[in-house]
């Protein structure tokens, strides 16, 4: 009945992805430190699904079969997994922000070896404008 309730909130969570989506590029841009930071939490994400499926696999297991497995796969405690995120967080962050590349320096006209444009100031002792660059 409501379908179009789904719709519409697949199209503001789409729009919303796009927006977050170019926030994170920014910070990437600025902070290129921050794409090591997001491999560790994907690893770590992924540990977790790993020891999850290994659980879910002994459980499932040991309630079809009748010879119980010789190794058992505890699942990850919630708090460690929070723990560790944060912690990646946190100290991915500092370590980023310490590694952020310096600010590109405006520098002078002509001092970083190109040449300069041409000055067409006008010329104090004429008052027509000068085609030479002025020094």
């Known amino acids: ?3 179009w309730v789904v719709f519409a909130g697949a199209v503001f969570g789409i729009i919303l992805l796009r927006f977050a989506a170019g926030l994170f590029l920014g910070l990437l841009e600025k902070y290129p430190a921050l794409d090591h930071v997001a491999y560790l939490l994907v690893g770590w994400v992924g540990i977790k699904l790993c020891t999850m499926a290994g659980h879910n696999f002994v459980e499932n297991w040991a309630r079809t079969h009748t010879e119980p497995l010789w190794f058992r796969i505890p ?3 919630h ?3 929070w723990a560790v995120m944060g912690a990646i967080i946190v100290l991915g962050t500092i370590y980023a922000v310490s590694r952020r590349p ?3 320096a405006f520098e002078a006209a002509g001092a970083s070896g190109t040449p300069s444009a041409p000055d067409f100031s006008p010329d104090p002792g ?3 404008a000068s085609s030479e660059p002025s020094e």
């Open 79 to 81: 708090n460690l997994f």
């Open 75 to 77: 699942e990850m405690d």
């Open 1 to 3: 009945d409501k379908i």
């Open 126 to 128: 004429s008052g027509q």
């Open 102 to 104: 310096p600010e590109p």
